[in-house]
């Protein structure tokens, strides 16, 4: 099946510095996403971004799909920024099985 | 338009009963998927239904069930629990077509005890 890898698995920030956070899947996808569990659970939706590159705010992610990873910034990190950030593909194989990345922890101090 | 429900939030099992979690879409949602989330296995996916049809499956033992109603609802029932079946259960809800994105619950949290 689908390897996906995610970079760097922590990450310590100081309020106000920019990251990069990185997933690496090993075969073709239908569908890419970028998600950030709170400290709660909840995952929130935050690209769905198979190719190309979106922006919302301080966070935009890239994806390039022919080198099969993707990319997510955040600019001006804040403290509700802490949490996991996941990479999940999927690949439509008569329904969909989403396979997540392990995930990059990331804590930012004020 | 209100989000993915799931119940109960929380739930405490002894070992070997069985439990059912339910999950309701977002509205005109056909597409219910189920994961679980461990520390040791992070998030792995259980199965996906689509208008009352289960079309993927992922790699749990047949303890682990699910159905799914006309109304988009779904359940899942873990039957025989084990205590390594303790974990952040989430449902997500999508339409079920190509390219759209998932949202997901508030998950449900299951100790066996």
């Known amino acids: 099946g689908i390897q996906v890898e995610q970079s760097p698995p922590d990450l310590i920030l100081q309020e106000g510095a920019n990251s990069t956070l990185r997933c690496n899947f090993s075969d073709s996808v239908n569908n890419l996403q970028w998600f950030h569990q709170n400290p709660w659970g909840q995952l929130i939706n935050l690209f769905y971004i198979p190719s190309g590159t979106k922006q919302n705010g301080r966070l935009s992610a890239t994806t390039v799909a022919t080198e099969r990873y993707s990319l997510l910034y955040i600019s001006s990190s804040q403290t509700t920024d802490s949490g996991v950030y996941f990479c999940a593909v999927e690949r439509d194989t008569g329904g969909f099985k989403t396979i997540f990345g392990a995930g990059t922890r990331l804590f930012v101090k004020a | 338009k209100a989000g993915v429900t799931q119940t109960p939030r929380y739930l405490i099992k002894t070992r070997g009963q069985q439990v059912t979690l339910s999950c309701s879409p977002i509205?005109?949602?056909?597409?219910v998927s189920w994961y679980q989330q461990t520390p040791g296995q992070g998030l792995q996916f259980l199965f996906e239904y689509f208008s009352e049809t289960q079309r993927n499956k992922g790699n749990f033992p047949g303890r682990f069930s699910g159905r799914q109603f006309s109304n988009s609802r779904s359940e899942m029932n873990v039957s025989t629990l084990e205590l390594g079946d303790s974990a952040l259960y989430l449902c997500a809800s999508s339409s079920g077509l190509t390219g759209l994105s998932a949202f997901f619950g508030q998950g449900t949290r299951l100790t066996v005890v």
């Open positions: 509205s005109g949602h056909r597409s």
